[in-house]
T-cell receptor
Framework: DADVTQTPRNRITKTGKRIMLECSQTKGHDRMYWYRQDPGLGLRLIYYSFDVKDINKGEISDGYSVSRQAQAKFSLSLESAIPNQTALYFC??????????????FGPGTRLTVL | KNQVEQSPQSLIILEGKNCTLQCNYTVSPFSNLRWYKQDTGRGPVSLTIMTFSENTKSNGRYTATLDADTKQSSLHITASQLSDSASYICVVRPMNTGFQKLVFGTGTRLLVSP
């Protein structure tokens, strides 16, 4: 299924370049998230958005920015990419409902390499 | 500090065999614990969710157990199939925090060999 899509799926770029990763969802969810995944580490939250007008920093937001263009679209930007931002990036969404059972649905990921 | 540790890091088993993956956490109090399956090149997909009051939860050949006293969970896979080859991630949601707050384990990479 393609409820949460990410583009591009793979990207190789050079140090200092500006990069934008895009996420779109058809699940109708208000809540969207950006994570990065590194080998040997658990997923870490970069930014999250409760709705179009609400954007919040996660635990590792330095060097990143986001834009919530619409309910269905949430973009992550690396203003000046550096090699330690090489990672697998995931977008996720979650819907309304009680906190206890609020499942996050993940996109397929973007593999970013910064040379 | 809230942490989730998984073992083993990787595991190879023969098709048809059973296996058990472990998750130890320090998150306390916690709201729920999920096991996710992440296929290569895909995002994680939820397999099971358990609250602190539940001891076991099954989803087909997957059975998760939870011991809230020892802060341990396990995921048991029965009669493994080649399609079970994936990473399995244990995720704990702390109680009394925002719904965005999840603590992820580093995962166990399972390879099912024919």
């Amino acid at each position: 299924d393609a409820d949460v899509t990410q583009t591009p799926r793979n990207r190789i770029t050079k140090t200092g370049k500006r990069i934008m990763l895009e996420c779109s969802q058809t699940k109708g969810h208000d809540r969207m998230y950006w994570y990065r995944q590194d080998p040997g580490l658990g997923l870490r939250l970069i930014y999250y958005s409760f709705d179009v007008k609400d954007i919040n920093k996660g635990e590792i937001s330095d060097g990143y920015s986001v834009s919530r263009q619409a309910q269905a679209k949430f973009s992550l930007s690396l203003e000046s990419a550096i090699p330690n931002q090489t990672a697998l990036y995931f977008c996720a969404t979650s819907g309304p409902g009680g906190d206890s059972y609020n499942e996050q649905f993940f996109g397929p990921g973007t593999r970013l390499t910064v040379l | 500090k809230n942490q989730v540790e998984q073992s083993p890091q990787s595991l190879i088993i023969l098709e048809g065999k059973n296996c058990t993956l472990q998750c130890n956490y320090t998150v306390s109090p916690f709201s729920n614990l999920r096991w996710y399956k992440q296929d290569t090149g895909r995002g994680p997909v939820s397999l099971t969710i358990m609250t602190f009051s539940e001891n076991t939860k099954s989803n087909g050949r997957y059975t998760a157990t939870l011991d809230a006293d020892t802060k341990q969970s396990s995921l048991h896979i029965t009669a493994s199939q080649l399609s079970d080859s994936a990473s399995y991630i244990c995720v704990v949601r702390p109680m009394n925090t925002g719904f965005q707050k999840l603590v992820f384990g580093t995962g166990t990479r399972l390879l099912v060999s024919p």
